[in-house]
């Protein structure tokens, strides 16, 4: 409830703002737009943290069956594979493409607003590149709605306001639709909800409507106090600090930016010592001081070494620096083995900052004994070493 899966939170933001760079890169960039897509980026971030937080629960509300016991590995993995595939494939991938085609909305936005006093005076509704368009936006562009930019009509409804959505605009000097057949739109075509805000108005590709945050601040399960931040003056100040006094602000609150902050600095962190190991470890070998076969340091072992969560976090990756010295120590305690899951699992007991921990090798057939991971958790002794 209290944390953030670093690496997933890390992966879904670059995704994202590769998104956003691909959509945004389509139009020609003017001279403020550094700021905008700084805007964007955070906004990225955020709506990333929000994500993770709300698989990674949903996957842990699954842990109990309908007597509150706790379920077996093989049935909990069973049971959330669904929540796994949609958000890291299904949803995610529609996520993705909407983030390409909001992006690229609000670069051409703003390069309407630019490019005003020479432009047409108007903004066509264009229709739908889609094979089976949605019956949601046809009331706009089979007329098509063609209005002044500063129309009211664009805050309720324009193109990409809905998830799948391949409408477009495009600057016209054709007159403006009068306002007797502009349709109301009614209640099935209000925008999709994280989808509501112009992106180029409000440096939001998601807005904080979206499901995945919470519906008020009261609701929310992030850790810290919430604390609406400083943000620059100039031209960002018109992207932050927007929110009513008292009003849920998900993308100018501490919560999230503590999360984000933390996660960004464990996972570069952990990118500097994979590379460090890549370099100097990796294909070596290490031998604890009576455990009779060579460990080899593999790049999977490292990645997972470096990857894995642990309390002291920067110091358990600072191990792999000198691990012969730590298998040569006397404070290195080997516990043992067992069959698991069809491998040998060799656990080392450790002591990290006062506080035990378990360095775990898996004996592979054929390949030897490779360094594994390393855990904080008592657990797995329970999981791994059988009476």
Same mark, same amino acid.
């Given at each position: %409830?209290t944390?953030?899966?670093e690496?997933?939170f890390?992966?879904f933001w670059?995704?994202l703002?590769?998104a956003?760079d691909?959509g945004f890169?389509?139009i020609?960039?003017?001279?403020?737009?550094a700021?905008?897509?700084?805007?964007?980026?955070?906004?990225n971030?955020v709506?990333?943290?929000?994500?993770?937080h709300r %698989?990674?629960?949903?996957m842990?509300?699954?842990?109990l069956?309908?007597?509150g016991e706790l379920?077996?590995f093989?049935?909990?993995?069973?049971d959330?594979l669904?929540?796994a595939?949609?958000?890291n494939?299904?949803?995610?991938? =529609?996520?993705?493409d909407?983030?390409v085609?909001?992006?690229?909305?609000?670069?051409?936005w703003r390069?309407? &607003?630019n490019e005003?006093?020479?432009a047409p005076p108007?903004l066509e509704?264009?229709?739908?590149?889609?094979?089976?368009?949605?019956?949601?936006?046809?009331?706009?562009w089979?007329?098509?709605v063609i209005l002044? %930019?500063?129309?009211?009509?664009w805050d309720?409804?324009?193109p990409c306001?809905?998830?799948?959505c391949k409408c477009?605009?495009?600057a016209?000097?054709?007159?403006a639709t009068?306002?007797?057949?502009?349709?109301d739109g009614g209640?099935?075509d209000?925008p999709?909800?994280?989808l509501?805000?112009n992106?180029?108005?409000?440096?939001?590709i998601?807005?904080?409507s979206?499901?995945?945050?919470?519906p008020s /601040?009261?609701a /929310?399960t !992030?850790?810290?106090?919430?604390?609406?931040?400083?943000r620059?003056t100039?031209?960002?100040?018109?992207?932050f600090?927007?929110?009513?006094k008292g009003?849920?602000?998900?993308?100018n609150c501490s919560?999230p930016?503590?999360?984000?902050n933390?996660?960004?600095?464990k996972?570069?962190g952990?990118k500097?010592?994979?590379?460090w190991a890549?370099e100097?470890?990796?294909? =070596? =070998?290490?031998?604890h001081?009576?455990?009779?076969?060579?460990?080899?340091?593999?790049?999977?072992g490292?990645?997972?070494?470096t990857?894995?969560?642990?309390?002291?976090f920067f110091?358990?990756?600072?191990?792999?620096?000198?691990?012969?010295g !730590?298998?040569?120590?006397?404070?290195t305690?080997?516990?043992?083995? =067992?069959a698991?899951?069809?491998r040998?699992?060799?656990?080392?007991?450790i002591?990290l %900052?006062g &506080?035990?921990?378990?360095i775990?090798?898996?004996?592979?057939k054929?390949?030897?004994?490779?360094l594994?991971?390393i855990t904080?958790s008592?657990?797995? !002794?329970?999981?791994?070493?059988?009476?």
């Amino acid at each position: %409830m209290t944390e953030l899966e670093e690496n997933l939170f890390y992966e879904f933001w670059n995704k994202l703002n590769g998104a956003t760079d691909k959509g945004f890169g389509e139009i020609a960039p003017v001279d403020y737009d550094a700021d905008f897509i700084e805007a964007l980026r955070h906004n990225n971030g955020v709506f990333s943290a929000f994500k993770v937080h709300r %698989m990674q629960n949903d996957m842990a509300a699954g842990l109990l069956d309908e007597n509150g016991e706790l379920k077996s590995f093989e049935q909990w993995l069973n049971d959330v594979l669904p929540i796994a595939d949609h958000q890291n494939r299904v949803w995610f991938q =529609t996520e993705y493409d909407t983030a390409v085609k909001r992006a690229h909305q609000a670069a051409e936005w703003r390069q309407f &607003e630019n490019e005003a006093d020479d432009a047409p005076p108007n903004l066509e509704w264009i229709q739908t590149t889609s094979v089976h368009p949605a019956e949601e936006h046809a009331a706009f562009w089979s007329i098509p709605v063609i209005l002044p %930019m500063d129309d009211p009509f664009w805050d309720r409804h324009r193109p990409c306001d809905r998830w799948g959505c391949k409408c477009q605009l495009r600057a016209t000097d054709k007159p403006a639709t009068p306002a007797n057949r502009i349709p109301d739109g009614g209640n099935r075509d209000k925008p999709s909800p994280g989808l509501d805000v112009n992106p180029a108005k409000g440096g939001q590709i998601f807005s904080d409507s979206h499901p995945y945050n919470p519906p008020s /601040c009261a609701a /929310c399960t !992030l850790p810290g106090k919430k604390v609406l931040l400083n943000r620059p003056t100039g031209r960002l100040a018109s992207f932050f600090n927007a929110g009513a006094k008292g009003k849920k602000d998900c993308y100018n609150c501490s919560r999230p930016v503590q999360l984000m902050n933390e996660a960004r600095k464990k996972t570069e962190g952990a990118k500097a010592t994979r590379q460090w190991a890549k370099e100097n470890i990796q294909g =070596t =070998t290490v031998k604890h001081f009576i455990f009779e076969k060579e460990i080899q340091i593999s790049g999977g072992g490292i990645r997972e070494f470096t990857n894995q969560p642990h309390k002291h976090f920067f110091e358990k990756n600072d191990l792999l620096k000198d691990l012969q010295g !730590l298998f040569n120590s006397k404070t290195t305690i080997y516990r043992g083995i =067992t069959a698991w899951k069809g491998r040998k699992s060799h656990i080392f007991e450790i002591t990290l %900052m006062g &506080e035990k921990s378990y360095i775990i090798a898996n004996e592979i057939k054929g390949q030897g004994v490779l360094l594994y991971g390393i855990t904080e958790s008592d657990k797995v !002794l329970d999981e791994i070493i059988k009476p």
